[in-house]
């Protein structure tokens, strides 16, 4: 191959990606971030430079509040993906044997299916006739109204959703670790909580952090389950932007309460990534068990 | 000069790339029509789509939409250019028509038009003609209220005689409403208005009063009053289905809607016989109605495809697919059917009521959409 198709090809390589990347990410970006200094009236877009949209999100508290209702979904969706992954995880790598693949395949199972189908289901199951309340009310108990139409629901809506992606990412953590260095750990006397909290923890905690943070993000701008399954008390930051743009036709507003999420979850992003090292992900380089 | 040798690799990405251009690429014999509509998902008839498409050999897209302000926005981001024809009820034609977004129409060309019921007659419905020119703007569909549909074995039918009934702390937990905004402000303004006694005062528009058109008084009074029914709802639905299941199991026993999920409930084959469900169509403190129409976008020129609209229309108003669209979408329609209906359709969809479609404030745009979305936004996150 001569030096001048090398050229070509490598120049393809990259700006096809650059191209797709500043079209389709950086252009509507840049679209959203001016629509927000601009004003909506009567579903007309008003092009007059303004910063009149932030002044209501800092001045009317039903954003701020919807924004922390989302942020404390987040975390507590996020924490508990967390905690639950862990076990599954690591149980898949340390007795997954040769299924170990087709264990950790079946985690995307229920992404074969759209999220609306999944949570239409998760609204059947927890719903006043759903299979649980379904039963309940079949054995003569009450029905369990915290699960119907309210924050809970959204919760284990949300739970549902994003844990495959933190499970396949912890999957991952702990597959290129070297379980050697437990074993060593434990020849030289470490119990089992020191030798989780002082080495296995630690190096797969930038995989953790990644599958918290790939579960925190979408979290926090989730719009369907809360629509789907939050009540009345259930309105959420993304379910608010999605109504902007929608019924309400107060796009600017939107805009500017899009801004505000990609800045606040840049910063999440920035913040977090300070306590990732590649170099301690588990991927230790020392091949795998 | 190079010479270039065809080598497998070539030829497959060469076929690989000819079979990824192929749907890019058709002779301009095999192009067909199409027929671009923005309507409500419960009025699609699959068969009904596929014969038209067969005898016109034309291809129908359909894209939904939940509510008029939602259509409104589509229309206007998109242009005319993107639909031929777009569904809106209540008096949102008439904002469509004014914004040069739809296009005046000749029932001459609908011979269907000829069946509507004397109260939707061209020369009597006025809400679709241009008050300007005279010209009819677009053709009425379905009609309806956004009334109580409640079960009359715990809720007493005096009861829902008043829009009171949806803020009554005794049927806390049983209540739902739709999620749609602009009807739960308008409903809950016939109420406060009511109480206020401020109907008859001057209005801000120096109009007659319209649920649509408030003051801020009346729309704080709206915000306390949502804010106070938050409490007592189980719910705010997101659709028919879900309404459907919540007042068959029980869960609900009194919702506001547009008489669609009322009618469900009677014609479901697993009725439950202890329930008796029934809809209060306009209450003591007035009521919201609607029609849906079809309408003709202006992107739509006189000549072939404009013949194709009016041949879509005149199949959708035709009396065998009014009857099924009645059934299927629990609407009551414009088309008079009674000569080919039972005495229990007749009483269950309405059709000797549609007179009192006058006596309902139409669905309106907000007179501020801004303050509005900030009542709401109050009111959900209260």
Known sequence: MSEAENRLNRRLFLHIP??????????????????????????????????????????????????????????????????????????IVRHGGRYKLILSLLLAVPFLSGEVLRLIALQGMLGPTGLVNGVLLKLGAAPLRFIMYSNSATFIALVYLYLPMVVTTVYLSLLNFDFRLASAASACGANRFRIFSEIVWPLNLSGTIVGFLLCFIPTLSAALAPRFLGGPNGVLYGMSIAQQFGESGTWALGAAMGVVLFLFSMLVLGVFSLGIDLRRTGFTGMGRQ | MQEKKISRRSVLAAGAGAALCMPFIRPAWAQTQTVRALMWEAYVLPDVVSKFEEENNVKFVATFFDGNSEAYNKLRVGGAKEFDLVQADGFWPQLYFRDGLIRSVDYAHVPSAANYLPEFHAEKFKVLTD??????????????????????????????????????????GQLSTSARFEENIALAALLVTDRLGSREKPRPDGKPFNPYVLTDEELDGVKKLLIEQKALLLTRYQDNPTLFQLLQSGAVVAATEFAQVFRQLLTA??????QDFRHTLKMKEGGLGWVDTWLVTSGVEDGPKLDLCNKFIDRMISSEIMKRIGEVAGCSTTIDLRGISTEEERKVYLMDRSSEIADLFMFDQPSSPEKWERVWSNVQAA
């Open chain 2, 131 to 172: 008050p300007a020119s005279g010209s009819k703007i677009g053709y009425p569909f379905c009609w309806g209220a956004y009334g109580i549909t409640y079960n009359a074995a715990v809720v007493a039918p005096e009861k829902t005689g008043t829009i009171e009934c949806m803020f009554d702390p005794a049927l806390s």
């Open chain 2, 269 to 274: 084959k697993d009725r439950n016989p202890k």
């Open chain 1, 18 to 91: 650059t191209v797709f990347l500043v079209i389709f990410f950086v252009l509507p970006l840049i679209a959203l971030v001016v629509l927000s200094f601009w004003q909506t009236e009567n579903y007309k877009i008003v092009r007059e430079w303004t910063a009149m949209n932030y002044v209501t999100l800092a001045t009317e508290p039903a954003y701020f509040i919807f924004f922390i209702r989302s942020l404390f979904m987040a975390i507590f969706v996020s924490v508990f993906s967390v905690v639950v992954s862990w076990p599954i995880a690591f149980f």
